[in-house]
């Protein structure tokens, strides 16, 4: 049964840091490539970030570019998000999610897998 179990999440000021995690168990998590994205009330899923199944590669949303960077362990079959300088329309819940097709890293529909999301608040 595979499991995506992310943490991090809270309340902080706009301008403060957060550090999410996502815990991966029962599957190969090396071959899979990973998502952050984000959905806050009323709006659609967006992306966040995605990196490849080695790490060597990342992408991000240009809203956050610069200010947000995902990274992974596979030894510990985790994927984080580092999220400095935080603005109050980070405000949402962020979701990871594990993909193995080929499908657009871009795109939540691509992603087999997904987390429960944690909730991230940002006050102005």
């Known amino acids: 049964q595979v499991q995506l179990v992310e943490s991090g999440g809270g309340l902080v000021q706009a301008g403060g840091s957060l550090r999410l995690s996502c815990a991966a168990s029962?599957?190969?998590?090396?071959?899979?490539?990973m998502g952050w994205f984000r959905q806050a009330a009323g709006k659609e899923r967006e992306f966040v970030a995605a990196?490849?199944?080695?790490?060597?590669?990342?992408y991000y949303a240009d809203s956050v570019k610069g200010r947000i960077s995902i990274s992974r362990d596979n030894a510990k079959s985790t994927v984080y998000l580092q999220m400095n300088n935080l603005k109050p329309e980070d405000t949402a819940v962020y979701y990871c999610?594990?993909?193995?097709?080929?499908?657009?890293?871009?795109?939540?529909?691509?992603?087999?897998?997904w987390g429960q999301g944690t909730q991230v608040t940002v006050s102005s």
């Open positions: 990196i490849s199944s080695d790490g060597g590669s990342v």
């Open positions: 999610a594990a993909r193995r097709s080929s499908g657009s890293k871009y795109i939540w529909t691509a992603y087999d897998y």
């Open positions: 029962g599957l190969t998590f090396r071959i899979y490539g």
